[in-house]
């Protein structure tokens, strides 16, 4: 039997989930990005803690200098674009390991990021800026379907963000098919025959670098709208996020889902999976200071599954059994 | 069509590991040459044919490919002269790629990538009729992921990929080594089909010393990053084993101690 107490808890949990769907998808897009270089390109991209912010602050700037919401994203996309750039030549041209590279540029977007926005922290109103998607479009905060359906379609985050989503993944799918998007899968699956078929490695993982941070940035800039503020550290941990929801993504629609296409959807909705658990976490009451140390634990243990699985799980051929 | 001018590599500069893998060494094929390459195991013969694929910078020393230098060409580049197949099954192909995408990647050596359709309809009829000259059934799996499939049709794969774009020189670096005797048979057969066909210029590698007299035009001995032994025609027609053997002893002075190559006669 239930008393008032928990069915009051119940509703609080359920008004959290739009919420949380929405928060989830603009972190798919971001994943997205991650999967491009985590799984296409074979690169352990750390910049991407600096281009979501990146991605907020430029977005944020430009929207309170009175540009246009869409204009404003272009332009956190192309700074996201420029980071993976830099990232790029770091490892390329300057021979830095991918990971260190992705470090470094991280490190100096942080000061970049400060310096766009002027101080830590920028806020913005959603009443006085005409924002694509913000929390307070959100279940029955935005137009209720009945009033009028241009603003209810318009004014509705979750479906704001889901066809950006699909946008996104058609475009990848698209790309990923064309002679270019082959040659750069074919880099980071086997960069020696890459090199013997004459293909340009170097250009490739730059320009998956930039395609990837460009993402990011933008997923940032979504989320910066979103919440009402950039903020200097919104970047933080980025990475581990990504990572989760492609590594969730990939344990639960994996086995269904074979086409590109498909897999760039899972990892979406592995991102969507991931702020669901998490608000579930956070209404059981769990301290929200830990969040991160658990994100962390758990994308560890998963990381660790197939190295696992192939060290303790594989059976060891047994020695005389033809005779 | 493929000109060497005393090039020189040393690996390791300056540590204890230092190794001069070539030395001073130059060659001259001339169109249509097929020259098989045989030595002892640090010979140079795979480094040679990296210096020539471009995988690294040589010390000094020009790289002449069809009358163009390509010395300074990086590898990428120079893939538009070159088919190249490797020892490792694994390393000519994209294992997470279907059949016919790697197919697509390799007809498109030395063109610009762009942003149109990465295999075209029409180029699956070709896919299809090459692969079934292969003979491994191939030609009904076209999307089947290259990593399922064994290290002999990987092998054969890489050769197709390797001629798909008549290349200039064809590069075959112990290319059967890692296959059981059957498979490297067949593979074996395939590349003299290959290049019978398309009247191709080619170096093959090998440590196998019958396969090295059986087949090509041409036959060099290399020893310490030189080539010590350089044979055409019908004297290298009418070579045995124990010919080359001797002619080893005499020329570097040791015994043709390789047990890989003993093992393989």
Redesign the interface.
């Known amino acids: 039997m239930l008393d008032m107490f928990t069915i009051g808890e119940l509703t609080k949990l359920f008004n959290a989930l739009p919420g949380a769907v929405a928060q989830g998808l603009i972190w798919g897009v971001m994943a997205i990005g991650v999967y491009i270089t985590y799984r296409v390109l074979d690169v352990a991209d750390l910049t991407v803690d600096g281009s979501l912010g990146t991605g907020g602050a430029v977005c944020i700037m430009m929207l309170l200098s009175g540009h246009n919401v869409w204009v404003s994203m272009l332009a956190a996309m192309l700074a996201g674009m420029l980071a993976g750039m830099v990232t790029g030549i770091l490892h390329t041209f300057m021979g830095i390991p991918a990971i260190l590279a992705g470090i470094l540029t991280q490190l100096s977007l942080y000061s970049v990021n400060l310096k766009i926005l002027g101080k830590a922290n920028q806020v913005i109103n959603v009443d006085r800026y005409d924002l694509l998607v913000s929390l307070r479009f959100i279940g029955g905060a935005g137009e209720s379907f009945n009033n009028n359906i241009l603003n209810f379609l318009y004014k509705n985050t979750i479906l704001i963000v889901a066809v950006i989503v699909v946008i996104v993944i058609l475009i990848l799918y698209w790309f990923f098919g064309t002679e270019l998007g082959c040659s750069m899968r074919a880099t980071g699956c086997n960069d020696r025959m890459a090199r013997a078929q004459g293909i340009n490695t170097n250009f490739n993982r730059v320009l998956g670098l930039m395609i990837s941070n460009g993402l990011v940035a933008f997923s940032g800039a979504l989320l910066s709208q979103y919440q009402g503020f950039a903020d200097v550290n919104m970047g933080r941990g980025a990475i581990v996020i990504g990572l989760a929801a492609v590594i969730i993504g990939e344990a639960i629609f994996g086995r269904i889902f074979h086409n590109f296409a498909l897999r760039l959807l899972s990892v979406a909705l592995g991102g969507v999976v991931y702020y669901l658990v998490l608000q579930v976490v956070i209404w059981r009451g769990i301290d929200t200071d830990l969040l991160k140390l658990l994100s962390a634990a758990v994308v560890a243990v998963f990381l660790a599954i197939p190295y696992w699985k192939s060290k303790y799980f594989t059976k060891p051929v047994k020695k005389g059994e033809n005779g | 069509m493929l000109e060497i001018k005393e090039i020189s590599k040393t690996f390791n500069i300056g540590t204890v590991n230092e190794k001069r893998a070539l030395n001073q060494l130059s060659l001259t094929l001339n169109d249509g040459d097929f020259v098989t390459v045989i030595g002892g195991n640090g010979a140079g013969k795979s480094t040679m044919l990296n210096a020539i ?1 471009g995988v690294w910078p040589v010390d000094e020393g020009k790289i002449i490919i069809d009358g163009r230098d390509v010395t300074m060409l990086s ?3 120079r ?2 002269f ?1 088919g ?1 197949v ?1 020892q490792d099954p ?8 279907g059949i016919e ?1 790697n197919l ?3 007809l ?4 610009r ?7 075209k309809n029409e180029e699956r009829k070709l896919y299809r009729e090459l692969l079934a000259k292969l003979g491994l059934g191939l030609e009904t799996r076209l999307t089947s992921k290259v990593g399922l499939l064994s290290g002999g049709q990987r092998q054969a794969l890489t050769l197709l ?1 390797a001629t798909l774009e008549r290349p200039k020189l064809l590069l075959l670096d112990e290319h059967t080594a890692a296959l059981d005797p059957k498979t490297a048979r067949k593979v074996l057969e395939l590349t003299q089909e290959f290049v019978n066909e398309q009247k191709l210029t080619a170096m093959m590698v090998t440590h196998n010393m019958k396969d090295a007299i059986a087949m090509g035009n041409r036959l060099i001995m290399m020893h310490e990053g030189r080539i010590i032994y350089d044979v055409a025609g019908e004297e290298k027609k009418n070579l045995t084993v124990d010919d080359l053997l001797r002619k080893f002893g005499e020329v570097s002075g040791e015994e043709f101690a390789n047990d890989r190559m003993m093992l393989a006669n």
């Open positions: 694929a590898e990428y580049k893939a538009k070159l190249r490797f694994m390393t000519g192909t994209a294992a997470t790629m995408e697509a990647l390799a498109r050596r030395g063109g990538r762009t942003l149109k359709r990465g295999i990929m």
